[in-house]
């Protein structure tokens, strides 16, 4: 950013000087001078416009991967999620089993315990 602002301070220095030992009686400046200027100008442009384009693909890349990042740790967060819940599912199953199947053991205990 620094080369940037002495680049322009030099360009406008240029400008002023050309400006003032190139013009003629009625203070109209050369068409070369000019023209000069003009491309001094425009590839001035061009590098800032060309520097901005090359920070904005870097940004970019960085966001991709960031994205790409963050998609990823998604999925495994949801596949871990699922896991967890067919875990909570499999233990509530096998104790609702065990229950059961104990309620039916102590009602058969009472049944052959049970006085006639």
């Known amino acids: 950013m620094e080369l940037d602002s002495m680049n322009r301070k030099v360009i406008a220095q240029m ?3 050309l400006l003032g030992t190139t013009t003629t009686g009625k203070g109209k400046v050369d068409k070369t001078v000019n023209q000069k200027l003009t491309v001094m100008r425009l590839t001035q442009e061009i590098e800032d416009t060309k520097r901005r384009v090359d920070d904005s693909k870097l940004k970019l890349t960085a966001e991709i991967r ?8 998604l999925k495994s967060l949801r596949s871990e999620s699922t896991a967890k819940k067919a875990n909570v599912t499999l233990t509530e199953s096998q104790q609702l089993v065990a229950l059961g199947s104990s ?8 049944m052959h315990e049970a006085p006639n």
């Open 66 to 73: 960031l994205r790409h990042q963050a998609e990823t740790e």
């Open 15 to 17: 400008e002023n000087s």
């Open 103 to 110: 309620q039916n053991v102590y009602m058969s205990q009472q």
